[in-house]
Structures are given as structure tokens and as C-alpha cells.
């Protein structure tokens, strides 16, 4: 398979450096959209659900539509969706409107997630490096959104979310000046990759359902939860530094996973998000727990789908529906933890997260004990 051109490779890290400013754009509004809305504590949680909703569709259409429309034709719907549902965000009247932009919004993102990322993988060894760039570019615009609230959230949500709005116009707009060369996508999948039996898929989309859940919970509710004894500032600056760590994690663990597994990697890391997790709910050391949060939850994602593809190699086919999985989890557990807020105050905000941390440490735990099962009955096979 060729190498993709230099174009689209560059249009795919604009790309994902926005859908990374996108997601952390909600979690620091959730006061502002309280107060504009006047919801009930818990309610607010709902439009990262809606988003997540909106990526989980994005993401299973994507294939398609890089078939269909190519790499300009996703590229120029993909943005305007998500201009479109940003800015519905940043001026909706009532709470609807907000919901069905974030969803929009969430749809974009989903679309341009799931085709550059099949894209760039189909490409085998050669789109190794660009898969690794994209995502450190997602890290960075995950990085600036809390840094954005601290300079423009103040003035007002319609300018908050429609500066961001304005960089995917601004996407459609380079997309439609610039002419592409039509690429092969390059993911056909013969027959004896696709096995019959779904059950192996279950466990790893469980915990990757209960990763995404779990970061997304914790991104979207450490400011409101913070604010309880930091400025708002300070409570964001917060929020932007646990993406940082996040982003460090992840040019970390390609050094570890020449030295560990990935399966020991995961587990590692689980066991040191609960501890983490616990110390959130420690006034004095929440801010440090939330930014260590984001260094050890780093490596669980990319080693989660590196554990899966190296125990079932014949259904990496499936991996796009382990993906949606972990989509699904970023959609229902934000909307739990303000089900616990709305009953319990913003004290369960911990709690909820301590929940989800030990779960996903117990599947973790049955992943790698089905590992150690399958390597003993093949040694003795």
C-alpha cells in the first residue's frame, strides 16, 4: 500500500488537534451552562452525553463515509458538522438546541475520529508515525481548551464555543481551496480475519467502555467539583494540566512497551488510577490527584487495543466496534456521575469516579487472567 500524500497527512493533524480542542470545551462551560440554563446540578452532565452519543454514530458511519465522499467529501461534512453544532452550543435558547449541537458536534468528531484513524491505519507500518502524531495533536488541543475558558469563557458562551466554531469553519474553508489526491483506503478484510464468535470481543469493549467513561467523567466534572474550594481559574488551569499529563503519558509508553506488555501495562496502570481516584476526594491534594489521574490513565487506551489485537489477531477486523464501545462509555458515564451529583451533592463526584476506576480495574483483571488462561492451554496444546 502507498504512503498517503503529504496533503492528507497534514489535513488529518488540523483535524484531530480540533476534535481534541472540541472535547474539552464542555467539561469547564458546565457552570456557565448551568447558570444560563438553570438546571439541576446533575443535569448538566447530559450534553457530554449527547456529544458522546453524536461520536459513538460518527465513528461507526466513518468508514462509510471515507468510501463514499473520500478525504475532502468526510473532511468538509465532518467540520461543518461540528462548526455547526458548536456554535448551537454557544447561542441555542433553551437546553434542546444546545443538546442537538452537541450531538452534531459529537457526530463530527466521531466522523473525522474513526475515517483518518482507519485511514492512517490501513497504511500498516507506514501510518504507524502518523497515528502516533495525530493523537499527540489531540492531546494538545485537549490541552487548550481549559486554557481557553480561562481567557474567553467569562465573556460568554456564544463567544466560548463560537471561536471554536470559527477554527472548523475556517477547516471547511481550507478544504475546499485545496485539491486532494484520491487514496486507496485500503481495508479489506479477507475472510479468515473475521471469526464467528463475538464473545471474545465482550471483555475488551467493557473496559474500554469503562476507560473512556472514566476519563471523560473525570475531565468533564474535575472543574465543577474543584470549584468547591479553587477559583475557577485555578480550577481549569487544573483541567488543562491534566491533559497535559495525558498527553506526556502517551509519548511515554512507547518507550515502556518495549520493556512491559501490554497486558501488564494496563493492569499497572489501572491499579494507579483507583489509587489516584481515592486521593480526589482529599480537599488538599485533589488538584495533584487530577493531574496524576491524567498521567496514569495515558497509556490504557492505545496498550488496551495493542492487547486486544495481539490475543485475537483474526478480528482486528472488529476493531472500529471495539472503539464505538469505549465511545458509548464516554457518552453513559458523565451522565451517571450527575445522577449522583443531583442525589448526593458534588461530594459523590469521587465516589462516582472511585466506582468506575474499580471496575475497570476488575475487568482489567479478568482480561489478564483469560490471557494467562489462553498461554497455558496453548503451551500445552
Same mark, same amino acid.
Given at each position: 500500500?502507498?504512503?498517503?500524500?503529504?496533503?492528507?497527512?497534514?489535513?488529518?493533524?488540523?483535524?484531530?488537534?480540533?476534535?481534541?480542542?472540541? /472535547?474539552?470545551?464542555?467539561?469547564?462551560?458546565?457552570?456557565?451552562?448551568?447558570?444560563?440554563?438553570?438546571?439541576?446540578?446533575?443535569?448538566?452532565?447530559?450534553?457530554?452525553?449527547?456529544?458522546?452519543?453524536?461520536?459513538?454514530?460518527?465513528?461507526?458511519?466513518?468508514?462509510?463515509?471515507?468510501?463514499?465522499?473520500?478525504?475532502?467529501g468526510l473532511t468538509l461534512l465532518s467540520s461543518a458538522l461540528c462548526a455547526l453544532g458548536?456554535?448551537?452550543?454557544?447561542?441555542?435558547?433553551?437546553?434542546?438546541?444546545?443538546?442537538?449541537?452537541?450531538?452534531?458536534?459529537?457526530?463530527?468528531?466521531?466522523?473525522?475520529?474513526?475515517?483518518?484513524?482507519?485511514?492512517?491505519?490501513?497504511?500498516?507500518?507506514?501510518?504507524?508515525?502518523?497515528?502516533?502524531?495525530?493523537?499527540?495533536?489531540?492531546?494538545?488541543?485537549?490541552?487548550?481548551?481549559?486554557?481557553?475558558?480561562?481567557?474567553?469563557?467569562?465573556?460568554?458562551?456564544?463567544?466560548?464555543?463560537?471561536?471554536?466554531?470559527?477554527?472548523?469553519?475556517?477547516?471547511?474553508?481550507?478544504?475546499?481551496?485545496?485539491?486532494?489526491?484520491?487514496?486507496?483506503?485500503?481495508?479489506?478484510?479477507?475472510?479468515?480475519?473475521?471469526?464467528?464468535?463475538?464473545?471474545?470481543?465482550?471483555?475488551?469493549?467493557?473496559?474500554?467502555?469503562?476507560?473512556?467513561?472514566?476519563?471523560?467523567?473525570?475531565?468533564?466534572?474535575?472543574?465543577?467539583?474543584?470549584? /468547591?474550594?479553587?477559583?475557577?481559574?485555578?480550577?481549569?488551569?487544573?483541567?488543562?494540566?491534566?491533559?497535559?499529563?495525558?498527553?506526556?503519558?502517551?509519548?511515554?509508553?512507547?518507550?515502556?512497551?518495549?520493556?512491559?506488555?501490554?497486558? /501488564?501495562?494496563?493492569?499497572?496502570?489501572?491499579?494507579?488510577?483507583?489509587?489516584?481516584?481515592?486521593?480526589?476526594? /482529599?480537599?488538599?491534594?485533589?488538584?495533584?490527584?487530577?493531574?496524576?489521574?491524567?498521567?496514569?490513565?495515558?497509556?490504557?487506551?492505545?496498550?488496551?487495543?495493542?492487547?486486544?489485537?495481539?490475543?485475537?489477531?483474526?478480528?482486528?477486523?472488529?476493531?472500529?466496534?471495539?472503539?464505538?464501545?469505549?465511545s458509548l462509555g464516554a457518552a453513559l458515564f458523565p451522565a451517571l456521575t450527575g445522577l449522583?451529583?443531583?442525589?448526593?451533592?458534588?461530594?459523590?463526584?469521587?465516589?462516582?469516579?472511585?466506582?468506575?476506576?474499580?471496575?475497570?480495574?476488575?475487568?482489567?483483571?479478568?482480561?489478564?487472567?483469560?490471557?494467562?488462561?489462553?498461554?497455558?492451554?496453548?503451551?500445552?496444546?
Open positions: 500500500m502507498r504512503p498517503l500524500p503529504r496533503s492528507i497527512i497534514v489535513l488529518g493533524f488540523i483535524a484531530f488537534f480540533l476534535i481534541g480542542l472540541e /472535547q474539552s470545551l464542555f467539561g469547564p462551560a458546565f457552570v456557565a451552562l448551568n447558570n444560563r440554563y438553570e438546571l439541576e446540578p446533575g443535569t448538566v452532565g447530559t450534553i457530554v452525553t449527547a456529544h458522546f452519543l453524536g461520536v459513538t454514530l460518527g465513528t461507526l458511519l466513518s468508514v462509510l463515509v471515507l468510501t463514499r465522499l473520500r478525504v475532502r458548536l456554535l448551537l452550543v454557544g447561542t441555542g435558547p433553551i437546553w434542546t438546541v444546545a443538546l442537538v449541537g452537541a450531538f452534531l458536534a459529537g457526530l463530527g468528531f466521531g466522523s473525522i475520529s474513526g475515517g483518518f484513524g482507519t485511514l492512517f491505519s490501513s497504511r500498516g507500518q507506514s501510518g504507524g508515525a502518523a497515528l502516533s502524531l495525530i493523537n499527540a495533536l489531540w492531546g494538545v488541543g485537549s490541552i487548550l481548551g481549559p486554557l481557553l475558558a480561562n481567557r474567553v469563557l467569562e465573556r460568554g458562551l456564544d463567544l466560548y464555543f463560537g471561536s471554536a466554531a470559527l477554527l472548523f469553519a475556517a477547516l471547511v474553508l481550507t478544504t475546499l481551496l485545496l485539491r486532494f489526491p484520491a487514496v486507496a483506503l485500503g481495508t479489506e478484510t479477507s475472510a479468515s480475519a473475521r471469526a464467528p464468535s463475538f464473545a471474545p470481543l465482550i471483555p475488551f469493549m467493557l473496559m474500554l467502555c469503562c476507560y473512556s467513561g472514566l476519563e471523560v467523567a473525570s475531565s468533564s466534572w474535575m472543574v465543577t467539583h474543584l470549584r /468547591q474550594n479553587l477559583a475557577l481559574e485555578a480550577a481549569n488551569t487544573v483541567n488543562s494540566l491534566f491533559w497535559v499529563m495525558l498527553t506526556a503519558g502517551r509519548f511515554l509508553t512507547a518507550p515502556l512497551s518495549l520493556r512491559l506488555s501490554p497486558g /501488564q501495562l494496563v493492569l499497572g496502570s489501572s491499579a494507579l488510577v483507583v489509587l489516584c481516584v481515592f486521593f480526589t476526594a /482529599q480537599t488538599g491534594l485533589a488538584p495533584y490527584a487530577y493531574a496524576a489521574l491524567g498521567l496514569f490513565m495515558a497509556p490504557i487506551f492505545p496498550m488496551s487495543l495493542a492487547w486486544f489485537a495481539g490475543r485475537f489477531p483474526r478480528l482486528v477486523g472488529y476493531t472500529p466496534l471495539v472503539i464505538g464501545s469505549a449522583g451529583v443531583s442525589a448526593l451533592g458534588l461530594s459523590s463526584v469521587p465516589w462516582s469516579l472511585g466506582l468506575f476506576a474499580l471496575l475497570l480495574l476488575g475487568l482489567a483483571g479478568v482480561n489478564g487472567r483469560s490471557s494467562r488462561t489462553r498461554a497455558v492451554s496453548a503451551t500445552r496444546g
